[in-house]
């Protein structure tokens, strides 16, 4: 990386008031081909002896790009095809729409060089700096230069020193005509910023264009490595597994993406962006007539602006815009944004980088206005995909998306039943949360696939799996190799080719109906309002009103719908399984992740640092999460800074519930449990082959038991048992990662198992009394965990024993008691399940979400 100040102006000593750039350097062909092909900002090609072809192969990769602002060529030899060469880059700059900034410096060109490229300007529109410094530019080119700015009206610096152009009627001549390219170019910003000002103010609703990219798979799969390769970042072969959910942004130009490390601000100035290129490109469109209403309305009163004055005036709009770095919305937020920084520079110069700035924006919105489709806003949730986490995701798997499968190749070939149940968990819970979602299945790790024939063998499985995307129908096809996944190789190495991918990822997004909605200004100004704040991370529904009503948003209804969208695109989370859920608006997605990461972990990748928790007096609460799943108060606190906001979210959404039992201290702080990290070894069962009592049989073979729902079952379980019998806390539940053993007070326990690979839950009542006081509570905490948790997506039969299922001694577990469906048990009122004298007399009537919030 070099840092070099970028020379501009003509005279005979170069200016250098453009703003500095941050070069990253090319030593060699192959990587400006890289850099260029990775989306670089300003790239510098040093002093590398390049043949004809060569310097082709570099102007046509400049021909391409579309992401590259600043492109400087310095001292290198072109093996006397400095014509040819010259040429070539002309046939760049004809076509090419992203450069800002161009330098050919210390390179002969000649007349013909020249010409060339004084021609192919004519019909570039972007670049405002145009440096052919030392270029041996005779004093006949003159006329080139004037022919150029005859056609060209965006050139605003030249810089001509080191050649053979004397005389100062001959710079006077090009400076006059740059003072007229300031002019027009200050001329047309004004036109497009009236706009602006009136789409912020007044505008009702404007392109966002933005989708959430959900990265989803097993552990180990090459998740990262490939989020890493769609964002042209090297691979990185001592990469660490993902804890719980990453997340990143990205900005997508056609096949070029550019990660977004900016601030998540600038949306409103965003669309208000594009609704004032709308306005001002389709003069017979409704937005324009609205808004050429509202400059004669506002003539006729008096309240008009005068443009000569409008850089340097500050925004009259009565609002803060919070500052953002990124580039499509930022430069506008820092225009706008004068604050107290900006009213301590010169206000000249304060109002020409206001300009500039803005310019730069409609620029980019400009190029984007002709190729819609190609241009889109990710965030990315990069979901970790050890077992731990599944009960996380459900949570944050949503409509408004893409998503990426990505599976690891070698896993189908080596282990094919295993690598298949990764897969249909993923895509049994994809259809679950976003049925009508696109999703692309990834193989990942083709560069250690020996052959073709192994390809197609992969494919032949995920074809089968899915029935031909008949199963299900969302998977994408990979139409160009006729397969029904997209190889990647992250490394490399394989020479796969990752722009299809990306072609293919922003094709099918174009193609979702959400995308091309338009957006309330006023909602997102007040999602930029919300998201300004570096010490805030959740707010209260309550303070989201007030701010929503603040930007215009003024009824409930309408904040409820702003919020589920935004919740939809990745960009906040807002949860609604409960009333005390819908009281939370986390701004901060990373933060809440992070902070549940930090107890629901995979302690194989992401193990605690004894060392440190022994130091802080904490190493035998960490041993008593992971051993038993038991969370202390203490642990919390030291974790969490927001330990209280943090546990209410989670008992919300089932993730823990409060542990009131004996093994928990007097005195001691509270104690929760967290499921998802129980063993996965079964319970010791009771004499023979089956814990006693009345069965009843929970098939979900018609939809799919997803994994993390059992946990979640549990935890309603122990609540429900809790609250039927206060003597339950005197027993102590045992539990695993598949079965569960819960006691109702003194009248007998619940045994609880399931099968995922059968697709069952099975619930062991020990006797008719457990039966009347949990049997119907339990199968309404199904249903509105299915409802609230689900989507509603999990369909399942109730079967039911008429019989006490008993095993008896030496008998091997013949005795056979048949499941009646659960209808038929209710029309018949078969005893226990059904006895409406005993049922009125000893159920308790319960509150499904109060005491699921308890």
């Known amino acids: 990386m070099v840092n070099r100040k970028s020379q501009r102006g003509y005279e005979d000593k170069p200016k250098t008031t453009y703003p500095d750039y941050v070069w990253q350097g090319a030593w060699s062909v192959e990587s400006a081909l890289q850099l260029l092909e990775s989306g670089s900002p300003s790239i510098s090609v040093d002093r590398i002896k390049l043949t004809p072809n060569e310097g082709a192969e570099i102007a046509a990769a400049l021909a391409r790009n579309e992401t590259c602002e600043a492109f400087f060529l310095n001292k290198n030899s072109m093996e006397d095809a400095t014509d040819f060469a010259a040429k070539a880059f002309a046939d760049a700059l004809r076509v090419n729409r992203s450069l800002v900034y161009f330098c050919l410096q210390s390179i002969p060109i000649g007349r013909e060089g020249t010409r060339a490229l004084t021609e192919a300007m004519k019909h570039n529109t972007s670049i405002l700096s145009f440096n052919l410094h030392g270029c041996s530019i005779p004093e006949t080119c003159h006329e080139f230069f004037l022919d150029m700015f005859h056609h060209n009206k965006t050139v605003l610096r030249m810089n001509l020193y080191g050649n053979s152009l004397r005389g100062a009627s001959n710079y006077r001549d090009i400076d006059e005509h740059m003072e007229r390219n300031k002019r027009l170019r200050k001329e047309a910003v004004a036109k497009y910023e009236t706009a602006f000002h009136y789409a912020m103010e007044h505008g009702s609703h404007a392109p966002w264009r933005r989708a959430k990219l959900m990265v989803i798979g097993q552990g180990r799969a090459g998740k990262t490595a490939t989020v890493r390769s769609l964002m042209g970042e090297e691979f990185d072969p001592n990469g660490e597994s993902t804890l719980g959910i990453s997340l990143s942004r990205t900005n997508v130009h056609g096949e070029h993406w550019k990660k977004d490390t900016s601030s998540e601000t600038g949306h409103s100035i965003t669309a208000a962006t594009r609704l004032a290129i709308k306005i001002k490109s389709d003069e017979n469109g409704a937005a324009f007539t609205q808004f050429n209403s509202h400059l004669q309305a506002n003539s006729e009163g008096g309240d008009s602006v005068n443009n000569e004055d409008r850089f340097s005036l500050p925004i009259n709009t009565g609002q803060t815009y919070p500052n953002a770095d990124s580039r499509t919305y930022a430069h506008v937020v820092s225009a706008l944004n004068l604050g107290e920084k900006s009213q301590q520079v010169d206000e000249e110069k304060a109002s020409e980088e206001k300009a500039k700035k803005f310019e730069k924006s409609l620029r980019i919105f400009a190029h984007e206005a002709s190729r819609p489709d190609d241009f889109v806003d990710f965030t990315i949730w990069d979901y970790g995909g050890q077992k731990v986490f599944y009960s996380l995701h459900h949570l944050f798997l949503t409509e408004f998306g893409v998503y990426l499968l990505v599976f690891d190749m070698r896993e189908i070939l080596k282990n094919e039943k295993k690598a298949l149940e990764y897969l249909g968990f993923w895509l049994n819970s994809v259809r679950l949360h976003a049925a009508g979602a696109p999703l692309l299945l990834i193989g990942s790790f083709a560069d250690q696939i020996k052959s073709m024939d192994d390809i197609k063998r992969v494919n032949l499985v995920i074809q089968d799996f899915t029935a031909s995307g008949e199963k299900y129908p969302q998977v994408v096809m990979n139409e160009d190799e006729s397969l029904f996944f997209f190889p990647i190789d992250n490394t490399g190495a394989a020479g796969v080719d990752i722009d299809h991918i990306r072609q293919t990822i922003t094709k099918v997004t174009a193609k979702q109906a959400f995308v091309h909605n338009e957006t309330p200004i006023r909602w997102l100004t007040t999602l930029d309002a919300l998201c300004a704040s570096d010490t805030r991370s959740w707010y209260s529904l309550g303070e989201v009103k007030a701010v929503a009503k603040g930007k215009g948003v003024m009824s409930a209804s309408e904040v409820t719908e702003m919020l589920k969208l935004f919740h939809s695109l990745g960009v906040i989370i807002y949860l609604t399984a409960t009333a005390h859920l819908e009281n939370i608006v986390t701004t901060n997605p990373q ?21 440190k928790m022994e130091s802080v007096g904490l190493k035998q609460e960490v041993e008593e999460l992971l051993k038993n799943a038991l969370a202390s108060q203490d642990l919390l ?15 919300e959404t089932l993730l823990l519930s409060d542990w009131n039992f004996v093994n928990s201290r007097e005195g001691d702080s509270p104690v929760y449990l967290v499921p998802s990290l129980l063993e996965e070894t079964a319970l ?77 839950i099975q619930v062991t009542f020990q006797n008719e009394t457990v039966v009347q006081k949990t049997f119907l509570p339990i199968l309404s905490t199904l249903k509105f965990l299915n409802q609230r948790i689900m989507n509603n997506g999990l369909k399942w039969n109730t079967k039911l024993e008429t019989c006490y299922h008993k095993i008896n001694k030496g008998d091997s577990g013949r005795h056979i008691c048949h499941y009646v469906p659960f209808e038929e048990v209710k029309t018949g009122n078969i005893s226990p399940w059904f006895n409406p004298v005993k049922k009125q007399s000893s159920t308790v009537s319960l509150n499904l979400e109060g005491f699921l919030a308890m």
């Open 637 to 651: 606190d030291y974790l969490w800074v927001n330990s209280d906001f943090i546990v209410d979210l989670m008992r």
């Open 684 to 760: 010791q069962k009771q004499e023979g082959d089956s814990f006693e009592g009345w069965r009843m049989n929970l098939d979900f073979s018609q939809s799919w038991l997803p994994s993390g729902l059992f946990q979640r079952f549990l935890c309603s379980c122990i609540t429900l048992c809790s609250r039927i019998a206060k003597e339950t806390r005197e027993h102590v539940p045992e539990l695993t990662q598949s079965t569960a053993m819960i006691w109702v007070g003194n009248f007998g326990c619940l045994f609880i198992e399931q099968n995922l690979e059968k697709n069952y």
């Open 591 to 611: 933060w809440l992740i992070d902070s549940i990461s930090q107890i629901i972990r995979s302690t194989e990748y992401h193990a605690f640092d004894m060392v």
